[in-house]
Protein backbone atom coordinates (compact mmCIF):
# COMPACT_ATOMS: atom_id res chain seq x y z
CA UNK A 1 0.00 0.00 0.00
CA UNK A 2 1.50 3.16 -0.54
CA UNK A 3 1.07 6.03 1.79
CA UNK A 4 0.77 9.49 1.20
CA UNK A 5 2.23 11.83 3.82
CA UNK A 6 0.47 15.52 3.95
CA UNK A 7 2.61 18.57 5.54
CA UNK A 8 1.57 20.41 7.49
CA UNK A 9 -1.07 19.53 9.17
CA UNK A 10 -2.49 22.59 9.74
CA UNK A 11 -1.50 26.10 8.43
CA UNK A 12 -2.74 29.45 10.08
CA UNK A 13 -2.73 32.10 6.56
CA UNK A 14 -4.42 35.48 6.50
CA UNK A 15 -6.55 35.92 2.99
CA UNK A 16 -3.91 36.84 -0.18
CA UNK A 17 -1.21 34.69 1.34
CA UNK A 18 0.17 32.22 -0.92
CA UNK A 19 0.04 28.71 0.11
CA UNK A 20 2.38 25.82 -0.31
CA UNK A 21 1.22 22.02 0.94
CA UNK A 22 2.83 19.24 0.81
CA UNK A 23 2.36 15.05 -0.55
CA UNK A 24 4.95 12.98 -0.46
CA UNK A 25 4.56 9.18 -1.58
CA UNK A 26 5.97 5.82 0.23
CA UNK A 27 6.80 5.08 -3.50
CA UNK A 28 6.59 6.68 -6.63
CA UNK A 29 3.11 7.14 -8.19
CA UNK A 30 4.47 8.74 -11.48
CA UNK A 31 1.80 11.68 -12.23
CA UNK A 32 -1.29 9.88 -10.97
CA UNK A 33 -2.00 12.30 -8.03
CA UNK A 34 -5.11 13.92 -7.01
CA UNK A 35 -5.72 16.93 -4.91
CA UNK A 36 -9.03 17.92 -3.30
CA UNK A 37 -10.76 20.34 -1.11
CA UNK A 38 -13.17 19.34 1.61
CA UNK A 39 -14.88 22.50 3.55
CA UNK A 40 -17.35 21.65 6.83
CA UNK A 41 -20.10 19.50 6.27
CA UNK A 42 -19.78 19.39 2.21
CA UNK A 43 -18.50 16.20 0.79
CA UNK A 44 -15.06 16.63 -1.45
CA UNK A 45 -14.42 18.24 -4.43
CA UNK A 46 -11.53 17.53 -6.85
CA UNK A 47 -9.25 20.69 -7.93
CA UNK A 48 -5.94 19.08 -9.52
CA UNK A 49 -5.41 15.64 -11.60
CA UNK A 50 -2.55 14.06 -13.25
CA UNK A 51 -0.22 16.42 -10.60
CA UNK A 52 -1.09 19.25 -12.28
CA UNK A 53 -4.64 19.52 -14.38
CA UNK A 54 -7.31 21.91 -12.83
CA UNK A 55 -10.24 20.08 -12.89
CA UNK A 56 -13.44 21.92 -14.23
CA UNK A 57 -14.25 25.25 -12.99
CA UNK A 58 -11.00 25.52 -10.73
CA UNK A 59 -9.82 28.73 -10.33
CA UNK A 60 -6.37 29.62 -11.54
CA UNK A 61 -5.02 30.73 -8.38
CA UNK A 62 -4.51 26.71 -7.69
CA UNK A 63 -1.70 25.02 -9.41
CA UNK A 64 -0.26 21.75 -8.64
CA UNK A 65 3.09 20.11 -9.72
CA UNK A 66 5.34 17.24 -9.18
CA UNK A 67 6.05 13.57 -10.21
CA UNK A 68 7.10 10.37 -8.60
CA UNK A 69 6.78 11.01 -4.88
CA UNK A 70 6.59 14.57 -4.40
CA UNK A 71 4.02 16.75 -5.05
CA UNK A 72 2.43 20.53 -4.16
CA UNK A 73 -0.45 22.04 -4.36
CA UNK A 74 0.01 25.79 -4.19
CA UNK A 75 -3.03 28.43 -4.14
CA UNK A 76 -1.27 31.69 -5.24
CA UNK A 77 -3.48 34.39 -3.45
CA UNK A 78 -5.52 32.34 -0.58
CA UNK A 79 -9.40 33.83 -1.05
CA UNK A 80 -11.52 33.40 2.06
CA UNK A 81 -13.41 30.94 0.61
CA UNK A 82 -10.01 28.74 0.29
CA UNK A 83 -10.24 27.93 3.87
CA UNK A 84 -10.48 24.53 4.08
CA UNK A 85 -9.26 20.84 4.06
CA UNK A 86 -7.13 19.70 1.71
CA UNK A 87 -6.52 15.95 0.65
CA UNK A 88 -4.39 14.13 -1.97
CA UNK A 89 -4.70 11.02 -3.38
CA UNK A 90 -3.15 8.48 -5.77
CA UNK A 91 -4.33 6.27 -8.18
CA UNK A 92 -1.42 4.89 -9.53
CA UNK A 93 -1.76 1.16 -7.85
CA UNK A 94 -4.35 -0.54 -5.89
CA UNK A 95 -5.17 -0.20 -3.49
CA UNK A 96 -6.41 3.94 -3.53
CA UNK A 97 -5.27 6.13 -0.88
CA UNK A 98 -5.75 9.33 0.22
CA UNK A 99 -3.22 11.50 2.53
CA UNK A 100 -3.90 12.31 6.02
CA UNK A 101 -4.85 16.29 4.97
CA UNK A 102 -3.80 19.77 5.58
CA UNK A 103 -6.06 22.04 7.02
CA UNK A 104 -5.57 25.71 6.00
CA UNK A 105 -7.20 28.08 8.76
CA UNK A 106 -7.33 31.63 8.99
CA UNK A 107 -4.84 33.46 11.17
CA UNK B 1 -25.61 18.85 -13.91
CA UNK B 2 -23.76 16.00 -12.22
CA UNK B 3 -26.50 14.65 -9.52
CA UNK B 4 -25.44 11.67 -6.54
CA UNK B 5 -27.32 10.84 -4.21
CA UNK B 6 -26.92 8.31 -2.14
CA UNK B 7 -29.57 7.11 0.64
CA UNK B 8 -29.69 3.91 2.53
CA UNK B 9 -27.73 4.68 5.75
CA UNK B 10 -28.87 4.35 9.74
CA UNK B 11 -28.23 3.41 12.68
CA UNK B 12 -27.42 -0.68 12.96
CA UNK B 13 -26.00 -2.78 15.55
CA UNK B 14 -22.28 -4.67 15.13
CA UNK B 15 -23.07 -7.38 13.51
CA UNK B 16 -25.65 -6.09 11.11
CA UNK B 17 -26.24 -5.09 7.26
CA UNK B 18 -27.23 -2.40 5.20
CA UNK B 19 -27.31 -1.24 1.70
CA UNK B 20 -26.55 2.01 0.38
CA UNK B 21 -27.36 3.38 -2.71
CA UNK B 22 -26.26 6.00 -4.82
CA UNK B 23 -28.82 7.39 -7.76
CA UNK B 24 -27.05 8.78 -10.52
CA UNK B 25 -28.50 11.72 -13.06
CA UNK B 26 -26.99 14.02 -15.38
CA UNK B 27 -24.39 12.38 -16.86
CA UNK B 28 -24.32 9.11 -19.13
CA UNK B 29 -23.96 6.65 -16.02
CA UNK B 30 -22.51 3.97 -18.50
CA UNK B 31 -19.44 6.20 -19.41
CA UNK B 32 -18.52 6.74 -15.90
CA UNK B 33 -16.56 3.94 -13.00
CA UNK B 34 -17.79 4.61 -9.58
CA UNK B 35 -16.76 4.42 -6.20
CA UNK B 36 -17.73 4.36 -2.27
CA UNK B 37 -15.14 6.82 0.05
CA UNK B 38 -16.00 6.80 3.64
CA UNK B 39 -15.18 9.35 6.32
CA UNK B 40 -15.26 8.36 10.02
CA UNK B 41 -16.14 11.53 12.61
CA UNK B 42 -13.75 14.28 12.22
CA UNK B 43 -10.82 12.03 10.39
CA UNK B 44 -9.92 11.71 6.42
CA UNK B 45 -10.96 9.87 3.73
CA UNK B 46 -11.01 6.11 3.44
CA UNK B 47 -11.42 4.55 -0.36
CA UNK B 48 -13.35 1.76 0.14
CA UNK B 49 -14.44 -0.01 -2.97
CA UNK B 50 -14.57 0.66 -6.71
CA UNK B 51 -16.99 -0.82 -9.92
CA UNK B 52 -16.04 -0.31 -13.54
CA UNK B 53 -18.64 1.02 -16.10
CA UNK B 54 -20.13 -2.53 -16.79
CA UNK B 55 -19.28 -4.26 -13.36
CA UNK B 56 -16.82 -6.34 -14.45
CA UNK B 57 -14.03 -5.31 -11.93
CA UNK B 58 -14.42 -4.37 -8.61
CA UNK B 59 -11.92 -3.75 -6.21
CA UNK B 60 -12.20 -3.62 -2.08
CA UNK B 61 -9.87 -2.18 0.61
CA UNK B 62 -8.60 -4.50 2.86
CA UNK B 63 -10.71 -3.28 5.85
CA UNK B 64 -13.61 -4.11 3.99
CA UNK B 65 -13.11 -7.31 2.09
CA UNK B 66 -14.89 -9.64 2.46
CA UNK B 67 -17.79 -7.93 3.99
CA UNK B 68 -18.64 -5.70 1.21
CA UNK B 69 -20.10 -5.90 -2.03
CA UNK B 70 -20.18 -2.98 -4.63
CA UNK B 71 -22.88 -3.67 -7.85
CA UNK B 72 -24.37 -1.34 -10.10
CA UNK B 73 -27.51 -1.40 -12.54
CA UNK B 74 -27.40 0.19 -15.40
CA UNK B 75 -30.53 0.23 -15.95
CA UNK B 76 -31.70 1.96 -13.33
CA UNK B 77 -28.11 4.48 -12.90
CA UNK B 78 -28.10 3.24 -9.50
CA UNK B 79 -24.63 2.14 -7.74
CA UNK B 80 -24.95 -0.11 -4.58
CA UNK B 81 -22.72 -0.86 -1.45
CA UNK B 82 -23.85 -3.96 0.45
CA UNK B 83 -22.53 -3.89 3.90
CA UNK B 84 -22.54 -6.87 6.23
CA UNK B 85 -20.66 -8.06 9.82
CA UNK B 86 -20.62 -4.20 10.66
CA UNK B 87 -18.25 -2.88 13.61
CA UNK B 88 -18.35 -0.13 15.36
CA UNK B 89 -15.01 0.95 13.36
CA UNK B 90 -17.28 1.37 10.07
CA UNK B 91 -18.81 4.07 11.31
CA UNK B 92 -18.80 7.13 8.81
CA UNK B 93 -20.30 9.14 6.16
CA UNK B 94 -20.44 7.02 2.84
CA UNK B 95 -19.78 8.96 -0.03
CA UNK B 96 -20.37 7.79 -3.87
CA UNK B 97 -17.79 9.04 -6.64
CA UNK B 98 -17.54 9.17 -9.99
CA UNK B 99 -14.61 8.33 -12.52
CA UNK B 100 -14.67 8.89 -16.17
CA UNK B 101 -13.66 5.80 -17.68
CA UNK B 102 -10.16 5.96 -19.24
CA UNK B 103 -9.05 8.63 -17.15
CA UNK B 104 -7.81 7.13 -14.21
CA UNK B 105 -9.65 6.59 -10.52
CA UNK B 106 -9.98 10.20 -9.63
CA UNK B 107 -13.34 11.23 -8.34
CA UNK B 108 -14.12 14.11 -10.14
CA UNK B 109 -17.69 14.16 -8.73
CA UNK B 110 -19.29 13.06 -5.41
CA UNK B 111 -22.66 12.76 -3.56
CA UNK B 112 -23.14 14.84 -0.09
CA UNK B 113 -23.00 11.49 1.45
CA UNK B 114 -24.86 9.38 3.60
CA UNK B 115 -24.25 8.41 7.69
CA UNK B 116 -23.64 4.57 8.78
CA UNK B 117 -23.61 4.12 12.91
CA UNK B 118 -22.58 1.03 14.18
CA UNK B 119 -23.70 0.97 17.81
CA UNK B 120 -25.38 -1.19 19.82
Known amino acids: EIVLTQSPATLSLSPGERVTLSCRAS??????LAWYQQKPGQAPRLLIY???NRATDIPARFSGSGSGTDFTLTISSLEPEDFAVYYC?????????FGGGTKVEIK | EVQLLESGGGLVQPGGSLRLSCAASGFTFTSYDMGWVRQAPGKGLEWVSS????????KYADSVKGRVTVSRDNSKDTLYLQMDSLRAEDTAVYYCAISKSGTGWKFDSWGQGTLVTVSP
Open chain 1, 50 to 52: DAS
Open chain 2, 51 to 58: ITTTGGST
Open chain 1, 27 to 32: QTVSRY
Open chain 1, 89 to 97: QHHSSWPLT
